[in-house]
């Protein structure tokens, strides 16, 4: 079954999110064509919970792949209302029990996933001590794990899963500028200067033998940010690379948020290349953490929050 236009549509996705999500609206009722024939529906009926679905958006045929996943939640009111999750719905149904005094990180994500999925990228090697779950939901030990190990876990719009360093996963280039493609009357982005911002890092280092170690640097009363780091054996060497990576989250550029029309094509883990014809000097260019895409029957947009800074 293919729907052709929706009342509404959001899609949510965000690299810090395990479960990607999407939402969208229809009528209760519908045309259905099929063969020359026209049929009318309860749309309510066309839909169940655990049902496949994908999402493209797009002009003029050329759509682009925004979600993949399944149909967890039906709210009935006009119009309906239809709430997905990505395959972490999938993943959330293998439960795992395991007693372990050691296992690496790399075999527990094995676990949760049950051989449903393979992994893109690198999963740091790791080892977890006295770890032991009882029949416990594999989507929550993923959870637990992107919590306590600073790992992105989540799946990409083209399905893929990614597993690894929170901003190690890549996918693309896209470009902004103030005077064409942001939206003026909904940008919420706010330029900083490197001297004005007060930070404090809190860095965490699992040893290969599972043990952590951490160090601060920076302000003081600073707002704070933790990095995680794999394998950093030496509290010295901790704090040293602490140091030289303030930069990137220290620095003078944009913070906040903007929105973008639904072209160009946006997605976590794009490189946002930003520049203001006004203000050249401030150019830069931005890993996209999240993405909010909205479509319907009151246009399509894409609200886009730029985070650390690649140059």
Known sequence: MVFTSVNDLVINQSIHSVVQTAKFKVPLSARLHHNGEITSVKTSEMFKPGDPVSIELGYNGALYPEFNGYITRLVYGQPLTVECEDAMYIVRKTHVTENRAEIKLKEVVALCLNGLYNVEGEIPDVTL????????????????????????VYF?????????PLYGYRSGNVRYDFHRNIKPMQNELKH????DVKLKIIARSWRADGSLIEEEVGDVNGYTRTLWYYGIE???DLKSRAVNEISRYKFSGYTGYFTSLLYPYAEPGMRADITDPDFAERAGSYYIESVETRFGLSGASRKIEPGIKLN
């Open 129 to 152: 001590n006295d770890f032991t779950v009882l029949n416990e939901s594999a989507l929550n030990i993923l959870q637990n794990l992107s919590n306590d190990y600073g790992l992105g």
């Open 192 to 195: 900083q200067e490197e001297e």
């Open 156 to 164: 990409t719009p083209q399905a893929r899963l990614y597993c690894g």
């Open 234 to 236: 030496d509290s010295s």
